[in-house]
């Protein structure tokens, strides 16, 4: 079964840091680029930012970019994203995602990780 | 800034067709692939169309997507519509440097 289980969302202060990990099962996770998306409370979905298959290419939306910072470990099957200076309108659920369908053509996104900036 | 502009809500009948847009506010559309998902309340996001009109497994065929470039849009289309095919539905594509980009969503009302 493909599989992909977000982790290490929780509650941190303005200006705290949070660390957010995926764990991917079921697929060759290092033959996929793969995206962070997120959706704050009642609103619609945010694209985060890639990082390509071998972590050669990564980019990053402008919201977050100089903040955070994405990374994978292949040989953990493992997909990070570390976020620092925190801000209010980070609070949302994050959700990690391959680029494309895998092989099999299957459809896969975690469940969902939420992170809430609050004093 | 690229972005990605849907309908905010549509309604129709249960067995009808529904068309949900997509429009680019730059360039051209078909320049990237134009995905789209399906989110139903509590739930993540689902892929129902990716690389502008491929279904993955288990996506029934009465989901389908299409590109028109002299309108600079995307469309999926539900036919034969069921109540649990109501849920809010985005498209997304990326912009000329690569980053992701979202449309603001459309809820899908089947009454």
């Known amino acids: 079964e493909v599989q992909l289980v977000e982790s290490g969302g929780g509650l941190v202060q303005p200006g705290g840091s949070l660390r957010l990990s995926c764990a991917a099962s079921?697929?060759?996770?290092?033959?996929?680029?793969m995206h962070w998306v997120r959706q704050a409370p009642g609103k619609g979905l945010e694209w985060v930012s890639y990082?390509?298959?071998?972590?050669?290419?990564?980019y990053y939306a402008d919201s977050v970019k100089g903040r955070f910072t994405v990374s994978r470990d292949n040989a953990k099957n493992s997909l990070y994203l570390q976020m620092n200076s925190l801000r209010d309108e980070d609070t949302a659920v994050y959700y990690c995602?391959?680029?494309?369908?895998?092989?099999?053509?299957?459809?896969?996104w975690g469940q969902g990780t939420t992170v809430t900036v609050s004093s | 800034n690229f972005m990605l502009t849907q309908p905010h809500s549509v309604s129709e009948s249960p067995g009808k067709t529904v068309t949900i847009s997509c429009t680019g506010s730059?360039?051209?559309?078909?320049?990237?692939?134009v995905q789209w998902y399906q989110q139903r309340p509590g739930s993540a996001p689902t892929t129902v169309i990716y690389?502008?009109?491929?279904?993955p497994s288990g996506v029934p065929d009465r989901f389908s997507g299409s590109i028109d470039s002299s309108s600079n849009s995307a469309s999926l289309t539900i036919s034969g519509l069921k109540t649990e095919d109501e849920a809010d539905y985005y498209c997304?594509?990326?912009?000329?440097?690569?980053?992701?980009?979202f449309g603001g969503g459309t809820k899908l009302t089947v009454l």
């Open positions: 995602a391959p680029t494309r369908v895998v092989s099999g053509n299957k459809d896969v």
């Open positions: 079921g697929f060759t996770f290092s033959s996929y680029s």
């Open positions: 990082i390509s298959s071998s972590s050669s290419t990564i």
């Open positions: 730059s360039g051209s559309i078909a320049s990237n692939y």
């Open positions: 690389e502008d009109n491929q279904r």
């Open positions: 997304q594509s990326y912009d000329s440097s690569n980053r992701g980009v």
